[in-house]
């Protein structure tokens, strides 16, 4: 017999299983002591799956459920049998570690998960009892509650709802929001420099500049990184004498990039930004891209260089990857734990300082409610610091003045 330590047995869970199938993004689902998919839990993963929820997404709900199966367990209790006091008593076990009716004595205590990882676990048990009950499940546990109160923003049409209150989940976890992570205009700089330059002695790019371009377009449009990677050429519009543009077309992608939420939206762009663009269309031309793809306009923008791969659309990986050599090159001068994700919170951040509209940025974010834009960013202020933040037409300006004169 196994001497097993209770705060570590509390984290055995049933299984958490990736699943590939050819031609399709990877999914994943919840093993059982069977080795089979948890049915019920199958069931609900199988409605995210079909109604487009992205496999991120349906990885946490897949991890939510299965600590959520496991402590069912531990209380000897039947996943359609549940009592109010089973909500409650998982939002304490994830937040101490610890199972039901157990306490620590002494300073050793089991790792806890941040209020944000309880609150999307506690989420997905919500979520799949929600889904269960569409199904004719009939659970005593209150999943939530009306209230007159709610969030100052309103949407157009709140008024014709059924419900005028707001719904509130019984169980939740109070978060206290942080300010969004962002770059400051120097460390951008610093980033694109370290992907290339450009030598006015030769009037050439040195470095890589597909990885250029790929930064720079994340500091003007505020892409998600899937977003980026799904681009292909036919979704840029160069300016031809009127402003250029992106569009932003959900598509399926070959190494699971996604447009999320699969909203279509159209981005204009500055000439400097595009002109990027065509210099770097010009090299894949040069290393001889347009002989080799029988569609061009077809083609991914990003794409690989070198390799048995060359010319096939560049995997997620490969960006995170790039991040680490960048974050190593300039290990004192760039903050820890960076990321692509950082450059969308600063473009937010930028546009709001400087006074865009909410529902403006929001748009051009790509968010269904603007609620989600108020709510991600409402820490911005008017601190003369942050305002730095906002500069881009003077960096812009500069950036010009530095090339039109060489």
Wanted: with cysteine.
């Amino acid at each position: 017999m196994l001497d097993v330590n209770p705060a570590q047995e509390v984290w055995k869970v049933p299984k958490i299983q990736r699943v590939s199938i050819a031609d399709q993004d990877p999914t994943w689902t919840v093993i059982g002591p069977d080795l089979l998919p948890i049915g019920p839990i199958e069931d609900y993963l199988e409605f995210l799956r079909q109604t487009g929820s992205s496999p991120n997404t349906v990885r946490a709900y897949a991890t939510g459920l299965g600590k959520w199966w496991r402590f069912l367990d531990l209380r000897d209790r039947q996943w359609d049998a549940i009592r109010f006091e089973d909500l409650t008593g998982f939002l304490g076990w994830l937040r101490t570690g610890l199972p039901p009716d157990m306490s620590v004595i002494g300073t050793d205590r089991p790792e806890q998960l941040s209020d944000a990882t309880v609150a999307l676990r506690l989420q997905s048990v919500r979520s799949f009892y929600v889904f269960h009950q569409w199904r004719g499940l009939q659970i005593l546990p209150a999943l939530s509650s009306s209230s007159q109160f709610g969030p100052p923003y309103k949407s157009f049409l709140h008024h014709t709802h059924r419900n005028g209150s707001n719904q509130r989940a019984t169980v939740r976890v109070r978060q206290r929001r942080k300010a969004a992570p962002t770059l400051t205009p120097t460390q951008i700089a610093l980033i694109k420099d370290t992907c290339a330059t450009f030598d006015s002695r030769v009037r050439a790019w040195e470095g890589v500049l597909r990885d250029r371009l790929f930064f720079n377009l994340l500091e003007e449009t505020g892409l998600r990184i899937g977003e980026a990677l799904s681009l292909q050429h036919r979704d840029w519009h160069s300016g031809g004498g009127e402003n250029p543009y992106l569009e932003v077309v959900p598509r399926p992608h070959p190494h699971g990039a996604r447009v999320k939420g699969g909203n279509y939206r159209k981005l204009y762009i500055s000439d400097d930004l595009d002109q990027l663009y065509a210099e770097h269309l010009w090299q894949l031309c040069d290393l001889g891209m347009d002989l080799v793809t029988p569609r061009m306009d077809e083609a991914y923008v990003f794409v690989n260089l070198h390799g048995s791969n060359r010319f096939g659309p560049i995997r997620p990986e490969t960006i995170y990857k790039l991040v680490a050599r960048i974050s190593r090159a300039n290990v004192s001068k760039l903050p820890q734990g960076w990321s692509p994700h950082w450059f969308r919170h600063t473009h937010a951040t930028a546009l709001l300082l400087t006074g865009s509209p909410i529902h403006v940025v929001s748009r051009r974010l790509g968010h269904r409610d603007v609620q989600t834009t108020l709510n991600t960013y409402a820490w911005v202020t008017e601190d003369e610091e942050l305002k730095a933040l906002a500069d881009w037409k003077t960096l812009t300006r500069k950036w010009r003045a530095v090339h039109e004169t060489s």
